[in-house]
């Protein structure tokens, strides 16, 4: 499966995007705050949306969609977060399920992937993030039970916004 040239251009600008934003920043707003346990927040990702919860201060998990023309993407991520001075850089694991149609083609996949990123917060609810990293994708055709099996770098990039719990609190550097 090949990325589209469109969509690979949306991608490099949303590296750059990333690369700018989570630079580590003196200072800043909140440089010190992490989320605390019970946190929910909403993720707002280049296409689609998640929704996050903080089981403790290191962890948490997001349930997550994303769609485009004709591809419809939901699953789950787990992050694991490390203890750093200006922001807060993370590890984890994906597992989606993908639906797509074509002109000629529909049908079925799974992807599973691997990944490492930062969040910046800007303020004690509101912070961004970008991740990147590989990704085994399965792809089935319905009709002519044609599968393809390939791995691809998946990058992410979100604004996310903690609402309910604890937010944001203060850590010690």
Known sequence: MRIAHGIRFSFILAALAAVIVLRPLRGGAAANDRPSPGTLGLSLNVPGIGVRYFLTERYSFEAKAQTSKNTVVAGL????YFQSRYFLPYMGMEADFINFKGDVTKGTGMAFGLFAGGEHFFARRLSTQFDC???LIHLSNQASRVSVDTIEIV?????NFYFLGG???????
């Open 167 to 173: 937010a944001a609190k203060e850590r010690k550097p």
């Open 77 to 80: 991520r787990t992050y694991r």
């Open 133 to 135: 990293g590989p990704a």
């Open 155 to 159: 990058m992410n990039l979100s604004v």
